[in-house]
């Protein structure tokens, strides 16, 4: 980890705006990445991550505001930005039909690696996705797991300053989850910069020195992970995890004296991203997670219970913690970050 | 060097995968094989026979003979004939396969039967097209007979009435009779002399040759439309993207992609020729073929980025290009050969590309060679770059 003050920004963003049509995708965000730094942008789906790492990575032109890499402009510099960035798009962005060792040849060439040199990262790259042992296999015939490593290792084969990752673990069992962190980190305490994008919070409070929290194409929060649970006070989150959600139900608990926020959400799978509709988890197998944002806890407990179990709820699980990303972003903007 | 990067991966995707190679190889071999065998020597012989009558004679006589290919109604069911000034071009046309055959008549033909002399008419006729050129000689042979025949009466009536002073008609017709009758015996009715002149030089072109050329032409544009796939198909998997993200610009890219295109085609034109060839398809000055596969590779590479840009996604490709494709096909003489389309519908073969590359082809294996194809090969080079030109313009890259 770095010492966020004393190092210089590798990634400044000022005013950054993109506009499809009539819809504003990033709102005049503004923010910097220091060097060394593990970065990451949280927010929902649909909140602008991918358009904002697709301008940093000039993919897209922004419709106005400045991006720098290294001092570089994106608008102006394209070229020398590439060059010093690496991506690994939310996509697999790999050819199936080609093996795992013909892929990375291939994205190593893009990067303008060639005979010994490119061998050498192509092998060091399939030694930390742990698949040097299935390199000549078809990316095809791999597990979604798999192939979200090798499309990491596409990513890195040329040893970038600065890698975008964005939202690298949709889809993945834990274990291969578990191997990408360990990864970034990895990444990063070689001295690669990292942007990671999710809406996992458990992952960005894990790997993040700093977190810019998105919503609606605006950074509406950004520091330390302390220095945004601090924005929540002395609020705790009382979660409350359900066989289903009756009718109702929430509405009575958004009446309970002492109750700042309530949100719901099918509590996700292993690989699930999730699933917000309340009318889903009503007729689906899976559990549904309330929470409930109060600086009494204590005494709201009961009440939440009380209501819940008056309302026909089959309780499975209470849970009272202090606060997290989840709680920050429910106090923030008032939805959970599944929603 | 990152174009040649991307071709090659692209046709290492494409090698792949068995399903392409099918529809890209063979199926025209299938296809070759059996419409060159069931459709027997059909190919060019269908139809009114397109020809040309070039007159450069003022007189009467020559106009006759001319004005016969329009206004008798038997050979005008016979032949599409057209009136031209240029007796080279006329030649030319017959070389390149556009005619069947072409009459010159040439431009001293009424002066010198008036005064008793023979004179020759040229008959430029199509090898290729064998039973054609009989049917065309032997129509301009009873044509000469005839204007043989009147031009023998016409002077011995002349000397009747004029000289000997005769005035009694059945007197007069008698004697014609008699004069054409012995002319006929003696072989005097030959006054007009047909002269014939092979336009074209080479070998008669066989079903199964046709067909090698128009379904190779046909399959091109199929690898158009997996080209066209690939390109849609990379944007959508964000394999398009990615490389946008890698230093290397648009133009190297869209280079790269283009260049897979054309490498494919180039290998399936490739071992369609060598497959063709050893079913003992003569394709003709291998320069020329070359040319022309060329220019139609590079069309078939335009027309990939053109449905890649208008398309929004694989679906519409499909459909897009199979649209194109099919057109395409039926009006270029993919299917069935131009010359036994309808008069009318003969034109719409110069609006394709396997119009003008088929033309090409069998103007090669007719024995033409690479200054015969050039025009050709220039239209197909100038359908490459509009096509690629509107596609690189309205390409959607993320």
């Avoid at chain 1, 849970?319 to 939805?335: A, C, I, M, Q, W």
């Avoid at chain 2, 490389?243 to 897979?260: A, D, Q």
Wanted: net charge neutral.
């Amino acid at each position: 980890m770095t010492d966020a003050g004393a190092v210089r920004p590798i990634i400044e963003v000022t005013d950054l705006v993109k506009v499809f049509g009539e819809n504003v995708a990033v709102d005049g965000i503004s923010f910097d990445i220091r060097a060394g730094e593990i970065f990451g942008l949280l927010g929902p789906n649909g909140a602008g991550k991918t358009t904002t790492i697709s301008m940093i990575s000039c993919l897209l032109s922004p419709t106005s505001g400045e991006v720098t890499v290294d001092g570089s402009s994106v608008t102006r510099d394209a070229r020398k930005v590439k060059s010093s960035l690496g991506v690994v798009p939310q996509e697999i962005a790999l050819y199936p039909t080609l093996t795992a060792l013909e892929n990375l040849r291939f994205w190593g060439r893009m990067y303008g690696l060639s005979g010994k040199l490119l061998e050498e990262r192509v092998a060091e790259a399939l030694e930390m996705a742990g698949l040097a042992d299935r390199a000549k296999e078809r990316v095809e015939t791999y597990s979604g797991g798999m192939k979200r490593r090798i499309n990491i290792a596409a990513g890195i084969l040329h040893h970038p300053r600065v890698l975008l990752m964005d939202e690298p673990t949709v889809g993945i069992d834990p274990q291969s989850r578990n191997h990408i962190l360990e990864t970034v980190k990895e990444l990063n305490r070689r001295g690669m910069t990292v942007l990671y994008t999710s809406h996992y919070m458990e992952e960005v409070e894990f790997l993040c020195d700093r977190v810019g929290i998105i919503d609606h194409g605006k950074v509406i929060a950004i520091g330390t992970i302390d220095e945004l649970k601090r924005l929540v006070g002395d609020e705790n989150v009382i979660s409350v995890r359900l066989a289903e959600l009756p009718d109702g139900a929430l509405e009575a608990l958004r009446g309970l004296p002492d109750v700042d926020s309530v949100t719901s959400a099918v509590s996700p799978s292993d690989g699930d991203d999730g699933e917000p509709d309340d009318a889903v988890a009503a007729k689906s197998d899976k559990t549904v997670t309330v929470e409930v944002l109060s600086k009494d806890s204590g005494t709201v407990l009961a009440d939440v219970v009380g209501v819940l179990g008056k309302a026909g709820a089959r309780i499975l699980a209470v849970d009272v913690r202090e606060p997290n990303l989840e709680s920050v972003f429910l106090h923030l903007t008032g939805k959970s970050l599944r929603d | 060097m990152r174009w040649l990067t991307i071709g090659i991966k692209d046709l290492r995707v494409t090698v792949r995968d068995k399903a392409s190679l099918g529809i890209l190889i063979a199926m025209p071999m299938i296809l070759i094989v059996i419409l060159g065998s069931a459709l027997g020597n059909m190919a060019a012989n269908i139809g009114k026979l397109p020809v040309a009558v070039v007159n450069l004679d003022r007189g009467r006589v020559g106009a006759q003979v001319t004005d016969a290919f329009f206004s008798d109604k038997q050979l005008a069911e016979l032949f599409a004939a057209e009136r031209m000034t240029d007796p080279d071009e006329a030649r030319a046309r017959v070389a390149r396969g556009d005619l069947a055959g072409a009459l010159v008549v040439p431009s001293d033909f009424t002066r010198r039967l008036n005064t008793g002399r023979s004179s020759k008419l040229t008959l430029y006729s199509d090898p290729g097209r064998q039973i054609s050129g009989i049917v065309f000689k032997s129509v301009t042979e009873a044509l000469a007979t005839r204007v043989s025949a009147a031009s023998i009466a016409a002077r011995t009536s002349a000397f009747y009435v004029s000289s000997l002073r005769v005035g009694d008609p059945s007197f007069v017709y008698g004697v014609i009779g008699k004069a054409v009758k012995s002319a006929s015996e003696t072989g005097a009715l030959s006054a007009v002399e047909i002269v014939e002149s092979t336009a074209a030089r080479g070998a008669e072109i066989s079903t199964l040759s046709y067909y090698s050329g128009a379904m190779s032409v046909m399959f091109l544009m199929f690898g158009a439309m997996f080209g066209a796939f690939s390109l849609v198909r990379e944007r959508d998997h964000w394999t398009l993207p990615r490389m946008l993200m890698s230093p290397g610009s648009t133009v190297e890219i869209l280079g790269g992609k283009m260049f897979g295109v054309f490498a494919i085609g180039a290998l399936q034109f490739t071992v369609l020729c060598a497959f063709t060839s050893v079913l003992g398809v003569k394709w003709g000055d291998p320069f020329a073929v070359a040319l022309v596969a060329t220019a139609t590779v590079a069309a078939a590479t335009g027309l990939s980025v053109f449905i890649a840009a208008v398309a929004k996604t694989v679906r519409a490709v499909s459909g897009i290009s199979q649209m194109l494709i099919q057109f395409m096909a039926a009006v270029g003489g993919s299917f069935i050969p131009v010359a036994t389309f309808p008069l009318w519908m003969q034109p719409l073969h110069y609006f394709s590309v396997n119009g003008w590359a088929i033309d090409g082809i069998l103007a090669a294996m007719r024995g033409g060679n690479a200054i015969d194809v050039l025009p050709n090969v220039g239209v197909l080079w100038l359908i490459a770059l509009v096509f690629f030109a509107l596609g690189a313009w309205r390409l959607r890259w993320e």
